[in-house]
């Protein structure tokens, strides 16, 4: 069956948000160039609910479920 974000990252995520789903709660508002590139590349590119591809990035893999919109370079 279909396996939601949350489900699967709560699974298979080593990060302390896999207690949460996943979820990083909301990004402070940080001057572009503050993220690492690619995370930011991804956050910019994604619409609400969009979720990105892998994002290989030197503190590791992520993959960005965008579920608000306040973030606005």
Do not use: W
Not at 32 to 37: A, E, I, N, R, S
């Amino acid at each position: 069956g279909t396996k939601t974000f949350e489900e699967i990252a709560s699974n298979f995520s080593d990060c302390s948000s896999a207690g949460f789903g996943g979820d990083l709660g909301e990004l402070p508002s940080l001057p572009v160039g503050d993220l690492h590139p690619k995370l930011e590349a991804a956050l910019y590119s994604l619409q609400i609910g969009e979720m990105s591809d892998v994002v290989d990035t030197d503190s590791g893999v992520l993959i960005v479920l965008r579920t608000k919109s306040d973030y606005d370079p």
